[in-house]
Every structure is written in C-alpha cells, then in structure tokens.
C-alpha cells in the first residue's frame, strides 16, 4: 500500500478541495425534511436497537454485526485485505485527504495540545469526560469517587507506558452509584470497536505517515503489533461519547457541554496522531447508535432513571468550584459542528430526505421531556446534517444525527407542534430555549405552565398560539411570519428593539403582553391588524426611565380594534406612573413624574 510522506501536502496530491470550512447554514436539513419520521427499512443486520448485542467477535460481517453495518459506508472508501497491510483505497482523494488532516494538525499543535491529548490518551476516558460538567466537576469527582492516577505528564513518558489505576466514572456504590452505573452500563459488554477495527483493518495515520507525528510523550504507547492496532473506528473517541452521552442523559442541563467534550477528546485523538478524522468520525458514529440502543433497552429502564433522578437530588442542587472549560456556547456550537464533517466535502447525494434511526429519540428523552416520542424524533429530523458526507450515509441516520443542534429544540415545523410544558416538574419542564432558526409550514401551539424562549431567526409561517405559560421571544422575528393569537398566557419580548409580529396578533381577556424596556427603541411591529385586550406588563426592570412618548406597538393604520383591560408595571420607581396613548397606527407610552 502506497503511504503518504509527513511533508506532502494536500496540492500535492493533486486532490480536490475537500477540507473546506464548515458553513453552519449547511447543517439544517429542512430542505429535504421527510414525510414521516417512521424509521427506515431495516438493513440487513436488522435494526441497531434491537441487534446491538451482536457487536462481538463472533459475528464478523457487515450483515452480522451492527457496528460494522453502521460503520459501512467506509466500504465504499476503503476495501478491507486479509491483513493489516493489504487493503485498497476505493477513494483515493477522501482518504488522502483524511490523513493529510492529520499531518495539518500535528504539524501546529501547541505544547498545551499535547498536553490535554497525553492526559485524554492514558486517563481513563469516562474520568476524562467529567469536566464536561462544568462547575460540578469536582463534586461529581468527591461524591462519585471518580479518581485518576495521572494528575500530570511523567518526564519519562516517552519511553514508559503509564496505565491510569484510578475508578474512571467511580464507583457504583458511592453517593452518585446510579450514574456511576450508567456509564459503565454504556459502555459494557457490547460497546467494544474491536469487531469493527479487525473487520476494517484500515491503519493509524502514524502508519500511513512516520511516527513522529505522534506527540512524543504518547509514543510509549503504539502497540508494536500493527495488525492489533486498527484505526477506524477510534475506541477512545467510542467511549468519551458513550460516557457523556450518559452523563447529559442523567445530567441534561449539561447536555450540550457533555457533548462538547466528548467530541474534543475525540478531536484530541487526532491532535496525538494516534487517529485520523475518519476514525473520529465513526468512533462517534458507533457511540450515538450503540448509546441510544442500551437506552432503549427496557432492561435499563429503572437504573436511567434512577440515574436521572439521583442528578437532580444529589448533584445539582450542590454548588461547585471548579472551572467550567465549555461555558462559552458559541464556541462549544463552532467547535461541535466543524467536528461532525471535519470540512469533508459531499461526495455522495446531496438531496436525501433525513431518516431517524430506530429509538434514537432516546437521546432527548431527558433534554426534550416535554414533546413525546414522535416529537423528539421530529427534532432529530429537523436538526439532521445533510446527506453526502463520507461515512454517514448509513441506511438508519445515525450518522447524520446532530445531536448539539437537536438540543436546541425545532429546525423546522413541518406540521403544527404543541408544546405542553408542566412548570411543577421544575427542570426544563418550567423553562427551556430554543436557539435554532426554525422553517418550516407548521403552527407553534404553546400550552402549559412553563416557559418556552424562541431564540432563532425565525421563518416559519403556520402562526403562533399561546394559550397558557409562557413564551418569550429573543429575535426579531423569534415568531415566524404568520398570524400570533394569544388566548391565555404571556406573550413575552425581550428583543433590544423591534420584535415582528409577521401577521395578525389578538389577544383575549384572559392573555397579557410583556414588555421589556431595556432600550428606547423597543417596539412590537404588528405587520398585520392588532386586536387587543387583556393586560400590558412593562418591564422596567433595566431602570430605564423614559422621558419622552416613545412607541410601544405599531400596526397597519386603522388596523386596531379594542384596548388594554389593564396595565401593570415591574421595575418602575415609584415616583412615576405610565399612561397608554392610541393612536391610528400606534399605541404610545408616556412616563410621568407624580
């Protein structure tokens, strides 16, 4: 097999451009949304969920073991030899591209890389993954037992293989026993990539390169033997996803953070030389299917949530200390996304529909608890990457799931979505955001006690309808294009300036609008006829006292019909009152001194 050299570079190998930057527009599916959100037809090794436990060495096909299945797409890239040393490139170009990614990051990684990947390499990955947890870190640690034997990088790492002799994820019979248990439980009996890795037999890229591309102090540990030591997929990135993915299941209000640090582990794999972008890849892949499949399992219904339940009792109503590395979510989202494709180009069919596996609703249950089943998996649909990406065009969807975007709630509503949320559950039962711009033709119907936000620039066009809680809009046109009705609840803006109301906005007796006058241009536009009743709560919470008329809503002219029943104030110092003036085209509020 021909091997590419540490120097050549990717215009050398006279390959297209494949590693372009990820755009985040490229991420929402909803131009190909499906019909349904059924699961596909089942592949011939059967659905993951209900075949998972053929991931052993005893079933050695593509039609025998799900992980190799799942992981099958790589078959169209790479044809397996009987040896280590004797496959054959089916794609040149993709898999050039694959480990001169690897020669860029080695080739720049600073010593503080090296660092974070000798202490992900050597540590146990579950122990790895807890900082993911933020501020909680070290009470997790203290009350879990979670402990490691490599607190730094010994001199003499480069010639002696250190093995960590700490409890990993803990210990099951600690204070937090049942999380403890649920990650071992993920990653147990049938969570191994050694099937897949014999299976491929697809080599290192140190191999592939030179082992100087190795961080020197990891170098102790390339197994000699190069036909034990496979790559795709990577085993290190397999467990840091089935650790985390138990810990957002038990500790949801961290789902996103979790799965951040999953996938740096997993980027850390390939910062060592020890992986290449393709291994990472599916070493996420395999983790997702194989998390949601022990999930679903109803064998593991008590100890989920048992777990759930000990996460909101004994760990999160504790104060931690500990630094939070991923509180930036911006960067966590930038960092996340790029990391699903690594800048690999579509190479197959841009134009499939997303298809959700099989029981990969799962994966919300705790994020979402809100929206039942079919609803979950309608985010999952909405949120999907495109297809045509190496690797994750696998029959069921697992590999185009986006987990990240999906705990942002809708990418599209492609039939009316009622949201029933009980503030008396507490959690993201009393109060949740939705970050995602959400397309689509579907109505947004909001019931319940708690708290919905719209955070997205927003686009769908079936209208809005409060009848109970609240919901909030962050966006300018946090509600879509059509019509807003509010029946019952709050309807809340909380935008530094314009708010659009795409259509025609009434609200009964019984509803109230809430204005937060944080800035003097704040105005709810009304694009269609306003009807009004009920009661007006400004917010003048930011202590902004105004000192001239300044409008509150405007509409189209001769357009309004009835008035506030009642006007109510928050914030606003008690030397001053507000009086409501309507006009043809606008309603004016005007503070006045007593």
């Given amino acids: 097999m021909k091997k590419i050299t540490k120097h050549l570079s990717i215009a050398a190998l006279s390959l297209p451009l494949l590693l372009t930057s990820f755009n985040g527009s490229k991420v929402s599916a909803s131009a190909n949304l499906p019909t349904n959100v059924n699961p596909a037809e089942q ?3 059967g659905y993951f969920v209900d075949t998972y436990k053929n991931n052993n060495t005893a079933n050695m096909t593509v039609n025998s073991n799900p992980t190799i299945g799942v992981l099958s797409e790589f078959n169209k890239l790479w044809a397996p030899g009987p040896t280590w040393d004797t496959g054959t490139k089916l794609n040149s170009a993709v898999l050039d591209a694959n480990i001169q990614k690897v020669l860029d990051i080695t080739s720049s990684r600073t010593s503080n890389q090296e660092e974070a990947a000798y202490f992900d390499e050597r ?20 009350n879990a037992g979670a402990t490691t034997t490599i607190s730094s990088v010994p001199t003499d790492a480069e010639t002696v293989k250190y093995n960590d002799g700490g409890t990993d994820a803990g210990l099951t019979d600690s204070n937090l026993g049942n999380i403890v248990n649920l990650v071992k439980t993920l990653r147990g009996n049938f969570s191994s990539t050694t099937p897949a890795k014999n299976y491929y037999s697809y080599m290192r890229p140190f191999r592939w390169a030179s082992p100087d591309i190795v961080v020197p102090s990891i170098r102790s540990s390339i197994d ?14 397999n467990a840091a996803y089935l650790a985390s993915l138990a810990m957002a299941y038990a500790v949801p209000e961290r ?4 799965l951040t640090r999953a996938s740096e582990l997993g980027n850390n794999r390939i910062v060592a030389g020890m992986h290449s972008t393709l291994d990472v890849i599916g070493g996420r892949v395999m983790a997702t299917a194989l998390a949601a499949s022990i999930l679903s399992d109803p064998a593991n219904e008590g100890l989920k949530k048992a777990a759930y339940d000990e996460a909101q009792t004994k760990l999160l109503t504790q104060t931690g200390t500990a630094v939070d590395r991923f509180a930036d979510y911006d960067k966590n989202k930038k960092d996340f996304t790029q990391r699903l494709t690594y800048g690999f180009d579509q190479i197959n069919s841009t134009a499939k529909p997303m298809v959700v596996p099989k029981g990969a609703e799962v994966l919300l249950e705790t994020r979402l608890p809100y929206l039942d089943s079919t609803q979950r998996r309608w985010v999952l649909a909405t949120t999907g990457l495109p297809s045509g990406y190496p690797v994750l065009d696998d029959p069921e969807g697992w590999g185009r799931l986006n987990l990240f975007a999906a705990a942002d709630g809708y990418g599209a509503f492609a ?9 008396s559950k507490g959690g993201y039962n009393a109060f949740d955001r939705w970050r995602n711009d959400i397309s689509g033709t579907g109505k947004l119907n909001k019931e319940g006690t708690g708290t919905l936000v719209l955070q997205g620039q927003n686009t769908y066009t079936g209208g809005t309808v409060i009848d109970q ?3 909030e809009g962050d966006s300018e046109t946090a509600f879509g294009s059509g019509d807003v009705v509010n029946n019952g609840g709050t309807l809340e803006e909380n935008v530094s300036g314009k708010l659009v109301i795409g259509g025609n906005y009434t609200q009964s007796s019984e509803g109230t609008l809430k204005l937060t006058l944080d800035h003097p241009n704040n105005v709810v536009d009304i694009e269609g006829k306003a009807s009004i009743n009920g009661t007006l709560l400004l917010d003048f ?15 189209n002219k001769n357009q309004h019909r009835g008035k506030f029943t009642s006007v109510e104030t928050v914030g606003l110092p008690s030397q001053y009152k507000v009086k409501v003036i309507y006009k043809s085209d606008e309603i004016l509020l005007k503070v006045i001194k007593k």
């Fill in 415 to 423: 039939q009316d979505v009622t949201v029933a949320m009980d503030a």
């Fill in 224 to 237: 000699p033997d190069p036909s034990k030591n496979g790559g795709f997929p990577s085993g290190h990135t």
């Fill in 541 to 555: 919470s930011d202590n902004i006292v105004l000192d001239k008329e300044i409008t509150l809503i405007s509409y």
């Fill in 469 to 471: 809680g609240t919901l």
């Fill in 43 to 45: 592949p011939a090794w």
């Fill in 255 to 258: 789902y996103q953070e979790m």
């Fill in 123 to 142: 540590r146990g990955q579950s122990y790895s993954v807890i900082d993911g947890l933020g501020s909680l870190t070290d009470v997790y640690r203290e």
